[in-house]
């Protein structure tokens, strides 16, 4: 992938479109190619450029400044950045830089580094979920090249999966808790994800994973009896009708509580059927789980 939008920069960065164009036409750092209706598209390298420009200016450099560093000086002044969230930060831009790249083994080297200075506990929820909200977008877009996606999500789901062999709650929970993906959605990593974070709140999981059918959800949840049900939608099949979809759910299971979260959630406005409710952040899932644990 060397073509990303105006969207896609304000996705990673963080820094809205409108910002964006005031920098290209006061400073020059960023100089967009256009299509042949006009429309601006950034290469791999003004990506990378983007995000070290963004983190700097977050923590206190001005644009001005900025625009006056090499890249050398950029990445000097980015290594000396000594708060807390700051690293975080660059930690994340490093693994979004390395994927662009396709260079498995700088990103694999750098969650590794990461999960031997702070554990595996702290590094799921402050950089692998960090990295993942950031790239979600490319993903359901198809802003990012298949091989990239398959080679990255290889990589994280082994360390979420580590995460989730090994953490251990110091919360007693009753509750339990049925996590799966619909039909046509392959992208699991955001529920992996929340495997982990229930696990760590103590909550039992039964977790049935991608592309299941609703009829054999209804057959586990007639037997388990869980508490609450969860999905996660990062990315489904063309013809997927998310209003259908709540309505289904509804009708074969009325009494269950059905949790959904993800990027498709986030523009839906219509009114869901009584036992299922949508979180559209992270937060929102959390204040959820946190009653129930």
């Not at 060397?2 to 809205?16: Q, R, S, V, W, Y």
């Not at 006061?26 to 209706?37: A, C, D, M, S, V």
């Not at 082994?158 to 251990?168: C, R, S, W």
Request: aromatic share 8%.
């Amino acid at each position: 992938m060397d073509a990303f939008t105006i969207k896609d920069l304000e996705n990673l960065t963080g820094i809205k479109a409108h910002t964006i164009r005031i920098w290209e036409q006061r400073y020059g750092f960023l100089n967009p190619q256009r299509t042949e209706t006009n429309i601006r598209y950034y290469s791999n390298a003004e990506l990378k450029t983007a995000l070290n420009v963004a983190l700097l200016n977050k923590y206190g450099y001005k644009i001005s400044h900025i625009d006056r560093m090499t890249p050398v000086d950029m990445n000097e002044k980015i290594r000396s950045l000594t708060h807390p969230e700051a690293l975080q930060e660059r930690t994340v831009n490093n693994l979004i830089q390395s994927m662009i790249d396709m260079d498995m083994e700088e990103f694999e080297g750098l969650l590794n580094r990461c999960i031997f200075t702070s554990g595996i506990e702290k590094t799921i929820p402050q950089i692998i979920f960090p990295f993942l909200e950031r790239i979600g977008m490319l993903w359901l877009t198809n802003h990012i090249n298949t091989a990239q996606e398959h080679l990255v999500t290889k990589i994280v789901r082994q360390k979420l999966i580590n995460g989730i062999e090994t953490v251990k709650s110091r919360i007693t929970s009753e509750k339990t808790s049925i996590l799966f993906l619909p039909e046509g959605e392959h992208h699991e990593l955001g529920l992996l994800f929340m495997y982990f974070l229930m696990k760590s709140s103590g909550i039992r999981v039964f977790y049935l994973g991608a592309d299941v059918p609703v009829k054999d959800l209804a057959y586990v949840i007639e037997r388990k009896q869980p508490h609450f049900v969860y999905t996660h939608l990062t990315s489904v099949a063309g013809n997927f009708s998310l209003e259908k979809f709540l309505l289904n759910l509804h009708n074969r299971m009325p009494d269950t509580p059905v949790v959904v979260s993800g990027q498709i959630t986030q523009s839906y406005k219509k009114t869901v059927p009584a036992n299922i409710s949508i979180r559209q952040s992270l937060p929102a899932v959390m204040e959820y789980i946190n009653t129930l644990s």
